[in-house]
């Protein structure tokens, strides 16, 4: 039997997952039987996850919708700028509270969403299997660098991070995402992700520096390590950072 023929086509910023040879150009996908589109499409390398919406011949369908001979498909990432209500959204609706997932070789960038107040679950050792478990019961919005990880069934809210520079990650996810409306900054423990509360200075004064002690009166701990925290330099840096970060995002 003479195999079917369809032709792909990726927009926008899709093409970082595909050869650098195959970006921005149609693509030729032969197969046998009616696949369901969404195979075709990861086949290629592209993330179910990072799909917002596929046009079959120009109209909206699913990714269930079964491949045709002779259809052209056009495959859209997450939409920022156009209003494509009337159409198939095939990303799962934005989840009502922003928290994250991140993948254990992204450790730098977790502690710099946990400095803007994202709530941020990280741990080293945590297998793939591990991660999706966690961010599909906790609702979180899995950040990686193995796309892989993205093609898993059970992923439903995901984002490849493509840039190895922590700073440059951390102003890649809140622009992508567009989270700078909800920075809340130095509010979270950079260590585990708790909830910083103030404590009266008597109560953390036995595990304070001398220096620490002479010079400064406000202090904060974390409930959940114990960390203490206290507005020294490194605040006014660190707010510093922030602001430039988030101008940039």
């Known amino acids: 039997m003479k195999p079917k023929l369809a032709s792909f086509r990726f927009y926008e910023e899709l093409n970082d997952f595909l050869e650098p040879a195959d970006r921005g150009k149609t693509l030729e996908y032969r197969f046998d039987g009616n696949p369901a589109v969404k195979d075709p499409i990861e086949t290629l390398g592209v993330p179910h996850s990072e799909v917002d919406l596929v046009l079959v011949d120009g109209l909206s369908v699913g990714f269930y919708h079964p491949l045709g001979d002779g259809e052209r498909i056009a495959v859209y990432p997450l939409f920022e700028s156009f209003d494509i209500s009337s159409l198939q959204h095939l990303r799962p609706r934005p989840l009502r509270v922003t928290r994250f997932m991140v993948d254990v070789n992204l450790g730098k960038l977790a502690r710099r969403l946990r400095m803007l107040g994202f709530d941020t679950c990280y741990g080293n ?3 793939d299997r591990e991660i999706v478990d966690i961010a599909r019961r906790e609702r979180r919005i ?108």
């Open 125 to 127: 050792r945590f297998e």
């Open 142 to 249: 899995i950040l990686t660098r193995d796309r892989r990880l993205l093609f898993r069934k059970a992923v439903s809210h995901g984002y490849w991070v493509r840039s190895d520079d922590p700073d440059t990650q951390l102003c890649e996810v809140v622009a992508r995402l567009d989270l700078a409306g909800q920075v809340d900054p130095l509010r979270r423990c950079l260590e585990c992700n708790g909830l910083i509360e103030s404590v009266d200075r008597e109560t953390v004064w036995s595990s304070l520096e001398p220096l620490t002690r002479r010079f400064y009166e406000s202090f904060y701990r974390c409930p959940d390590c114990g960390k203490i925290y206290w507005e020294g330099s490194h605040v006014a840096h660190m707010s510093g950072a922030i602001r430039r970060l988030v101008e940039r995002s």
